[in-house]
């Protein structure tokens, strides 16, 4: 399959918003969020000390820790980068604005979110880490990485081989937006988990209760949260009994076992974090899964809705 230069440079945009996602959530479990206690620059540098001795002298030295500073810096030219790459797939839609104008709105879309998304790092910065902020830059930056999805899909969708019944796309896409809505309401759900742990990380008393009792200490959310995934379970394992007993083939079937295996992969993850004492790794795999879940779900939606071959 040949892919044009707007092509290209889309899904390659897509990979490197989900990889930003990764790294967003390495900051997050290493405690990083203020490695750098300004914004845009970091400890009022543009490349930060990589030593206490050469912080500027209006920065305490006690908010300098160089591993936490430089996880957080990396973090920020993850999302430069990104930032140019959006840029550049925004200019090469514009080819598309007669033939395939959702392609070139969707990219300007995306621009102008990301540009959102920059300024709403700054605030999350200058609030202390404020838990609301840190959720509504999750829920955006998946918003920016769908949207990036779409544009992607519908400039390379005369790419698509799907040769099924229209009685079969309708049960997959019902199946498929079941598990995007569960999915959608699990992350809701997760990220206030997390506030929670937040919250019980940074108690007022200042000793920071032990991992093993995290959950424990967790409210009506979290039960709320791990008796809804059964809802997620019963709907993957109903598109893993569609995918077994009908003929589906092809690009269709590969996006549909990857969504039966990121659902199952997400549950055996959140009880690796509930029985092991919520582990770092686990923590990121977490998050990563959810954003890759989504997408998945909502890849499948945009290919059951293509009426290009039917049999």
């Not at 902020?133 to 992607?152: E, F, K, P, Q, S």
Request: a positive charge; one cysteine or more; proline letters at 3%.
């Amino acid at each position: 399959m040949k892919l044009n230069s707007y092509q290209k440079t889309a899904i390659t945009t897509v990979f490197a918003t989900l990889f930003l996602i990764l790294v967003g959530g390495l900051v997050r479990a290493a405690g990083a969020g203020l490695g750098c206690p300004d914004w845009p620059k970091c400890f009022g540098m543009w490349i930060p000390p990589t030593d206490v001795a050469d912080l500027p002298s209006q920065f305490d030295a006690s908010q300098f820790n160089v591993v936490k500073t430089w996880i957080e810096y990396v973090n920020r030219l993850v999302g430069a980068v990104i930032g140019l790459l959006i840029i550049a797939t925004c200019l090469k839609s514009f080819s598309y604005r007669k033939t395939e104008p959702s392609v070139f709105y969707s990219s300007v879309a995306a621009l102008v979110l990301v540009l959102f998304q920059g300024w709403l790092g700054g605030q999350v910065v200058e609030t202390g880490l404020s838990e609301w902020l840190i959720t509504v830059h999750m829920l955006v930056a998946l918003i920016i990485v769908n949207i990036l999805l779409y544009t992607t899909f519908k400039a390379s969708k005369h790419n698509l081989k799907l040769e099924i019944s229209s009685g079969l796309r309708k049960k997959l896409w019902t199946v498929g937006l079941v598990l995007l809505i569960l999915s959608t309401i699990q992350m809701i759900l997760g990220t206030q988990v997390r506030e929670e742990i937040d919250v019980i990380k940074n108690i007022t008393s200042g000793v920071v209760p032990s991992r093993s009792l995290w959950i424990s200490m967790l409210g009506e959310v979290f039960e709320i949260h791990r008796t809804f995934s059964w809802l997620l379970v019963i709907s993957g394992a109903y598109l893993g009994f569609i995918l077994w007993k009908e003929e589906i083939t092809g690009q269709l079937q590969k996006v549909g076992i990857t969504n039966v295996v990121l659902v199952f992969s997400q549950i055996l993850i959140g009880i690796g974090l509930a029985y092991l004492e919520v582990p770092r790794v686990l923590q990121v795999l977490h998050l990563v899964g959810i954003a890759l879940m989504i997408c998945a779900q909502f890849l499948m939606l945009l290919m059951t809705k293509t009426e290009n071959k039917v049999a």
